[in-house]
């Protein structure tokens, strides 16, 4: 890799949830969408963004409490995603194995049963971890959508407060 090339992280900022792309070695950034200031921590070998002291002073209860239920939320989906992943690659692999043998000793019937049961492990895999996944996801999606109005509101009051003035 030339030295001209930087690693870059794709990273969601926690307040807006705007997808960046952040480069190498910056510390501390403002965000594009928002404009709150981020710093970039690492937490287990992995960059995450968090919200700068100074964001955190100028953030509301509410606006802390929705950073903070957005990450547990993509955690969660993260911990679902690459479960999934992996029972997929699982299954896939031994649906591939299955129909080599199959087509090895010519057997039609082998064939389509490697094929079927392979496809209904697929579908009976997605449908657990969809749901399961929208078991303990969906009390955070109710959570964050509570308090975007919450914001929301604020937000258009203080609006309304400035257009009176």
Known sequence: MAESEKKSFRLTC???????????GINL????????ELEVVMVDGEA?????????AELSPAELELVEVNRKLKEKDDIY??????ATLGITLIACISILVANLVSSSLLFWVALII???LLLLV??????????????LI????????EIEQVKDAADGDVEES
């Not at 995603?81 to 992996?86: F, H, K, L, M, Y």
């Not at 109710?142 to 109005?149: E, V």
């Open 81 to 86: 995603g690459s479960g999934c992943a992996i």
């Open 29 to 36: 950034f403002a965000c594009l969408n928002c404009g709150n």
């Open 142 to 149: 109710r959570q964050r959508d509570k308090l975007q109005d």
């Open 48 to 56: 995450r963004l968090e919200p700068s002291a100074a964001t955190q």
């Open 118 to 120: 392979p496809l209904l």
């Open 14 to 24: 926690p307040i807006c949830q705007t997808r960046l792309k952040v480069a190498e």
């Open 126 to 139: 997605m449908a657990v971890f969809i749901n399961s996944s929208n078991r303990t996801t969906a009390p």
